[in-house]
């Protein structure tokens, strides 16, 4: 990882932990994510998209790990089946029995939407950050994904100050879709 890197995840991670809302590339589009743990910081975010918190969100991390309590309560078909390769990022829609996410984050719903990513930007702020963080496409309800940080800036204020703190640079694959999304139960496409 090059110092100027280290150096803006370092700074994307301390933004995050004092609740404000950031973007990031991820594999298909930019992403707006924030603590999922802080309310304040998720609901500023949903302002920020004009989204309805019944909605949902995604959870996101490159490490596995950070969702080994939700992950726990799968059967190993189940548990196979979230760790096999996709041809394309792929978010789980996992039962939370034991009520460990926040109702913020899950909206109404008795799941919650979780994806391992490759992304360097997004494994080395999860890694960093020692748990995982919000995502959705980083644009207001109804307009198109950001694909660029021109489009960014076009959408958000962007400052320590604005709604939308900072953008962590990275690159998004061109042409490339928003995650697939499947019921880990019934391995469903919800989203294709």
């Not at 959870?59 to 969702?67: A, K, Q, R």
């Not at 979230?82 to 909206?107: A, M, Q």
């Amino acid at each position: 990882m090059s110092q100027a890197f280290d150096w803006q995840v370092s700074f994307a991670a301390a933004l995050i932990r004092r609740g404000a809302v950031i973007a990031y590339p991820t594999e298909s589009v930019w992403g707006l994510g924030c603590d999922p743990y802080n309310a304040n910081a998720v609901r500023r975010l949903l302002r920020l998209k004009d989204r309805a918190e019944s909605k949902g969100l995604i959870l996101i991390s490159g490490d596995e790990g950070h969702f080994c309590d939700l992950l726990s309560g799968l059967n190993a078909d189940q548990l196979a089946l979230f760790r096999k390769e996709p041809p394309r990022p792929t978010t789980w829609l996992i039962p939370d029995n034991n009520l460990l996410i926040p109702s913020w984050v899950k909206g109404e719903h008795a799941s919650v939407a979780v994806r391992v990513s490759k992304h360097k930007a997004i494994t080395a702020l999860t890694k960093r950050l020692g748990y995982p963080i919000i995502s959705t496409s980083a644009n207001p309800s109804g307009s198109p994904t950001a694909i660029s940080s021109l489009m960014l800036h076009r959408y958000f204020n962007v400052g320590w100050e604005q709604p939308l703190a900072y953008i962590l640079p990275g690159r998004v694959r061109r042409g490339a879709q928003a995650s697939t999304i499947k019921n880990i139960v019934s391995n469903q496409i919800i989203r294709g």
